[in-house]
């Protein structure tokens, strides 16, 4: 009988890698630090009806994999009519032998065998088969949301929260204590996007409401935000999360950022120099909202969105429209960190970069920001988005390893919507022990299982645990 497509050694290539995945990364615990899972769903504790709501609904990645193969958006990114999951699905199944070579393959089956023990390869022919085997699963009680996270051993997750959030669903499930932190993430981009009225102006207000205060200076907009930042606090919160395309650190004065907001208030977008000065003012100014609470911040830089006008009217955003952008990131990140750091204002940080031309240039920047008593503190994300592949892992580690400390690192976290995305951290950790087995087998590194073994530990979870430290106090 052939071997399945996805056995016990998939992406371990020596036997170094495989004892170090079976005995020390396979069944690490996870820590979800960064993921844009919905709240209300896991307080809803929700089933899915069938495998494309679970698979296809919100899922840009696959999105794209289907355009490309010429289907049309109402079996993409439209949620289509009552009874159409099934065509939706049979698009998916048609799209996935075409994706060889493209990590939705591999995450495809991984997911298939991980949750519904399924080893049949999806394809037109299969599809009807697969289709009726999971959704036969899906009515199951270990297949709702949070038995879904609960199987996949994951201890902690962050989702992704604006400062205008109620957080209502963060609050009811901390007094649930079901065996999961779900914690809340800062996410203020909204702050920064003064370079549209029409998307700043309405947040604003929703800001005032959040925080009960008047938003009419730039002074009363940081005193909100601080509010809704004590607020997120209180919930738990203990990570930001700011999606640039860039870092701002222009010189400006505060009677110009004043100025600016006025005009803000007013209904007028900004645009030249004067939109630089007021993201470099409320950037600055947010992160050291992060440092006076002790959180960690991501930045995460490098995408350029919503590339295709038209389909953006039609869809919306995050609907699989974005591209790395080529953004100049070196002199105003160093800016930035050095003007925090001036203040003792420079939070334990992840930068995560869109644009792998960057590998080599972002650790070889925090290194020069790292301090004293914090281990770690500076971190250089793992790769992300477009760079969450093979090649992408490898030569975001491959940069660590060499221009800082791959032994601190905070490791994987999904970035992902869906609750049937964990498998990617057997993924990033088959492809961890392949890296560091095959250089223990090469002679490369030492052949030390008690040494090299408790470094894939700390990776797979626990730097991220003590680095963290959600939950506590």
Partial sequence: MPQPFIHDNFLLFTPSAERLY????????????????????????????????????GDHYKWRAMRACGFPENLC??????????ARFEAWAATVPQTIANPLYHWTHLELKRYFAIDTLLSPATAKEIYEAVNAQLVKPDFSARALVKRSRVRNLCTTDDPTDDLAGHLQLAKENWGVGVFPCWRPDKALAAHNAKVIGPWLDKLEAASGKTVSTYQELLDALWARHQFFHDAGCRLSDY?????????????????????????????????????????????VMD??????????????????????????????????????????????????????SLAKTIVYILNPKDNEMIPSILGSFSDNH???????????????????????????????????????????????????????????????????????????????????????????????????K
């Fill in 291 to 344: 440092a006076k609470q002790g959180w960690t911040q991501q930045l995460h830089f490098g995408a350029k969105r919503n590339n295709n006008s038209r389909a953006f009217a039609l869809s919306g955003p995050d609907t699989g429209y974005d591209c790395m952008g080529e953004f100049p990131i070196a002199d105003a990140l160093v800016a930035l960190f050095d003007r925090l750091e001036e203040k003792g």
């Fill in 243 to 287: 999606g640039i395309e860039r870092p701002y650190a222009a010189s400006y004065v505060s009677s110009r950022v004043e100025a600016a907001f006025k005009k803000i208030r007013a209904g007028i977008s900004l645009a030249g120099d004067e939109l630089e000065e007021y993201r470099s003012a409320i950037l600055h100014d947010l992160l």
């Fill in 374 to 472: 914090t281990p770690g503190k500076m971190q250089f994300g793992t790769a992300w988005w477009y760079n969450d592949q093979k090649d992408g892992m490898l030569r975001q580690m491959t940069a660590l390893a060499n221009i800082g400390l791959l032994s601190r690192f905070v490791g994987m976290q999904t970035d992902s919507r869906s609750f049937l995305s964990y498998p990617r951290h057997e993924y990033f950790r088959r492809i961890l022990c392949q890296k560091l087995g095959g250089e223990m087998d090469s002679g490369e590194i030492p052949k030390d299982f008690d040494l090299i073994g408790k470094m894939v530990r700390d990776i797979c979870y626990d730097n991220a645990a003590d680095f963290f430290k959600l939950g506590e």
């Fill in 77 to 86: 990114s439209g949620v289509p009519e009552a009874g159409d999951d099934f």
């Fill in 22 to 57: 079976h005995d020390y990364a396979k069944d690490m615990p996870i820590c979800d630090f960064h993921s844009h899972l919905p709240p209300g769903q896991i307080v809803n504790d929700i089933k899915f009806k069938n495998l494309t709501q679970a698979w296809l609904y």
